[in-house]
């Protein structure tokens, strides 16, 4: 039974080591399909000779063979880095900076694109200047287009004036790329900052794309509204100088943002929410970051704005009609 027990756990780590290789090899084998396939057979035998080895009771034979193979994928794996040279998808071709002078932000590379479709759109970079000392809100916004555990989550500044800024942390994906939660796990995508004008970022979400999009008051006093500008500003700039991988998991637009955050207040709990975008208004309710005045649900139910988004003329109104009857917001 001992014997059996330990044959058993073997073949349970040589499967799941096999199953990491096998989407390694699927997601970032260099080169053509054809190659990727010929990597993955020859990792397959390996994987197969090994359980063979296994079953028979050859396990040194067995752990020598699989070892071996999985030495080679662990070398080339640690091997592949980030990189800013690729055929960018349009809407993340450019990466957004920022020069901070005093109080005044300069970004360059505002994307303010004029989306008919998801395919047909004018695009527009643009350099905008924003003073911090005119900074006087911060909304969460949630835009969901599968189940409630799944979202993105953008934070969006507001200034005097009615003006407002969009920042998105997003997967930098190549034109052939589409985006895959598993090939985030992979090393697939590079990260990026974008700042956007809402009227491009936010109007996507709900007049072209059709997601179930909510808007939310986050309650900061105004240090830490600047702070958190500023962090994504020094978030953006990193990532110029230095690009990184996208994580699923580890390093998307929720973590980014609770580990900036955590920086700025301290004491922040984990939670599986931070893990399931989808439920971060239930976690910033929670630590008291929504309006404690309404329940979630009538927060949720007053800040949902894709109709209101559809029903905007646009222009210079859209941020204002959005905001509409949202809860918290005079």
Known sequence: MIRFA????????????????????????PGRRLFTALCLAAWAAVVAVSLAALWQG????AAGAFLAGLAAILAWWVRLTPTHEGAWAEDVAEMTTGVVEGSRVTLHNVRNFDW??????TTRWETRTYDLDGLRSVDMIMSYWRGPAIAHMLMSFGFDGGAYVAFSVEIRREKFQQFSELGGFFKE????????????????RTNVRGERVYLYRVLLERPAMRQLFL?????????KQAPRFYNTITVNCTTLVYRMMNRIVGGLPLSYRLLFSGFMPE???????????????????????TERGRQSAGGASFSADIRRGVPGIE
């Open 231 to 239: 962090g994504y500003v020094g978030e953006a700039n990193g990532l």
């Open 58 to 61: 050859h396990a040194l034979t």
């Open 6 to 29: 330990g044959t058993l756990l073997a073949w349970c780590v040589i499967i799941a080591a096999a199953a990491w290789g096998g989407l390694a090899l699927w997601y970032r084998a």
């Open 189 to 204: 995508f590079e990260l990026c900052v974008i700042a956007a004008d809402e009227l491009d970022v936010v109007r996507l």
């Open 283 to 305: 976690y910033v309710y929670a630590i008291g970051g929504l309006d404690g005045r309404f329940s979630l649900a009538e927060l949720r139910a007053g800040g949902y704005v």
């Open 116 to 121: 008919r479709t998801t395919k047909d759109f």
